[in-house]
C-alpha cells in the first residue's frame, strides 16, 4: 500500500513537501516513482528514486526545483518542490516499481500506485 500526503494549495513561487508511506512490501529493494496528472491531461512521470539511491528527473521544466529522496528505515519517499508554478498544478501520484528507474518514466513499469494527493498553485 502507498498513501501521499503534503498535498495543498500554495501561491506562485512557494513549496511543498510530498511524502509517501509504503506499507506491505520490502521498500528498500524497488524504485519509487512520482506522477502527476493535470486535468485534461495524460498522468506524467515527474521523478524516480532507484533502490540504490541513483536520481533521475523526467520533464526539463521540475529540474533544479523538485528534489526525491528516500527513507528506507521509515519506508517513506519525498518530493520536495519549490519554485512552484501553475504548471505544477495537479494530482500527484507516487509509484513502486523494480529497483532500477526506467529512462523513459512508462506508467506500465511501475506496478503499485498510491491514491494521490492534489497539489495546487495559484494565486
Known amino acids: 500500500q502507498l498513501v501521499e500526503s503534503g498535498g495543498g494549495s500554495v501561491q506562485p513561487g512557494g513549496s511543498l513537501r510530498l511524502s509517501c508511506e509504503a506499507s506491505g512490501f520490502t521498500f528498500d529493494i524497488y524504485a519509487m516513482g512520482w506522477f502527476r496528472q493535470a486535468p485534461g491531461k495524460e498522468r506524467e512521470g515527474v521523478s524516480c528514486?532507484?533502490?540504490?539511491?541513483?536520481?533521475?528527473y523526467y520533464p526539463d521544466s521540475v529540474k533544479g526545483r523538485f528534489t526525491i529522496s528516500r527513507d528506507n528505515a521509515n519506508s517513506k519517499v519525498y518530493l520536495q518542490m519549490n519554485s512552484l508554478n501553475s504548471g505544477d498544478t495537479a494530482v500527484y501520484y507516487c509509484a513502486e516499481g523494480p529497483p532500477a528507474c526506467p529512462l523513459v518514466p512508462a506508467k506500465a513499469w511501475f506496478d503499485y500506485w498510491g491514491q494521490g494527493t492534489q497539489v495546487t498553485v495559484s494565486s
Open positions: 528514486i532507484s533502490s540504490s539511491d541513483e536520481v533521475t
